[in-house]
């Protein structure tokens, strides 16, 4: 089945810095990818949809300059956060379907990160 | 605005039993399709079963089988003979043009031995 892979599956870093989040379909194309963060027992919230080959576009109340999203190719997509806050730390998984498939496909999600910012 | 709601936050079931986790969901579109998604403690999300808004039979998987009720849009997933593997989040989501997910705030289920 289709296989949505995340990279790294946790980080730990600086108050300050920035951290890359890699989203990759790995047999299948997805023109569209899902970033989604969940904070401990709550659901998924969409923060933004990576648009293949043009601009993410961002839920409301999501700072589109924190939270970098480059799709550059069908099979890859990243969220950067940037200058990292303690505030930032929870989890993020992205997710994305086939749209070679018929509109019932399910949507694939990755594994997850969880980003600590110490 | 498409809402779903989940108005079960915890649920325990002792192994072997049956348990029916309770899903509503709110949209003006007659075409939609239905899911709902397991997270185990891993966090991954996985597909446990789906329905079509334009099917009536309800779907079935193994152990698992929804009650879809259009009209009242409710879509609750019964589990039977539950195992100690089931214990997770589970998260009812649909979509309409199979871009947006919209979730539920889940139901946390403890299968107890």
């Known amino acids: 089945g289709a296989v949505v892979s995340q990279h790294p599956s946790w980080v730990i870093c600086k108050s300050g810095t920035s951290v890359k989040i890699e989203c990759r379909s790995l047999d299948f194309q997805a023109t569209t990818m899902f970033w989604y963060r969940q904070f401990p027992k709550q659901s998924l919230m969409l923060m933004a949809t990576?648009?293949?080959?043009?601009?993410?576009?961002?839920e409301q109340g999501v700072e589109k300059d924190k939270f970098l999203i480059n799709h550059a190719s069908l099979t890859l997509s990243t969220l950067t956060v940037t200058s990292a806050h303690p505030e930032d730390s929870s989890f993020y998984i992205c997710s994305a379907r086939d749209f070679g498939q018929d509109m019932n496909t399910e949507a694939f999600f990755g594994q997850g990160t969880r980003l600590t910012v110490v | 605005a498409q809402t779903v709601t989940q108005s079960q936050p915890e649920m325990s079931v002792q192994e072997a039993e049956t348990v029916t986790l309770s899903c509503t969901y709110d949209t003006s579109e007659s075409n939609y399709y239905l899911f709902w998604y397991k997270q185990p403690p891993s966090r991954q999300m996985i597909l446990v079963i789906r329905q079509e808004a334009y099917k009536q039979q309800n779907a079935t998987e193994n152990r698992f089988s929804v009650n879809f009720q259009k009209a009242a849009k409710s879509f609750s997933l019964k589990i039977s003979d539950s195992q100690l593997g089931d214990t997770a989040m589970y998260f009812c989501a649909f979509t309409i043009t199979g871009n947006q997910f919209y979730f539920g705030t889940g139901t946390s289920l403890t299968v107890i031995p």
């Open positions: 990576s648009n293949e080959g043009s601009k993410a576009t961002y």
